[in-house]
């Protein structure tokens, strides 16, 4: 069964950068996976942040990261990347990558996503 590991959380100043990685383990084509990056804040859902299809040729953000947010994937690697610029006091949460299965394009719904890695925390201050 696929394992998700996330990493490179951390606290930074509002404006400020941080990139978060997830490694994927237990699987023999990570290519046959979209991926995802959502995340949740204490008190609140856990809210779509970023996809990537398969290939990395398609990616979808939600609307609060456009043009601040960057996903991407190494097929080789068996990664997947969030870039986070100019952040803000209200990016803080748990950041979670996600898989799903399939060669379809990349999905912001959370049912369609079987594994998820255990998180990784993001603080911003102001």
């Known amino acids: 069964q696929m394992q998700l590991v996330e990493s490179g959380g951390g606290s930074v100043q509002a404006g400020g950068s941080l990139r978060l990685s997830c490694a994927a383990s237990?699987?023999?084509?990570?290519?046959?996976?979209?991926m995802g990056w959502f995340r949740q804040a204490p008190g609140k859902e856990r809210e779509f942040v970023a996809a990537?299809?398969?290939?990395?040729?398609?990616?979808l953000y939600g609307d609060s990261v456009k043009g601040r947010f960057t996903i991407s994937r190494d097929n080789v690697k068996k990664t997947v990347d969030l870039q986070m610029n100019s952040l803000k006091p209200e990016d803080a949460a748990s950041y979670y990558c996600?898989?799903?299965?399939?060669?379809?394009?990349?999905?912001?719904?959370?049912?369609?996503?079987?594994?998820w890695g255990q998180g990784t925390q993001v603080a911003v201050s102001s």
């Open positions: 237990s699987i023999r084509t990570f290519s046959d996976y979209a």
């Open positions: 996600a898989a799903k299965h399939g060669l379809g394009g990349p999905t912001a719904r959370r049912p369609e996503y079987a594994y």
């Open positions: 990537i299809n398969w290939s990395g040729s398609g990616t």
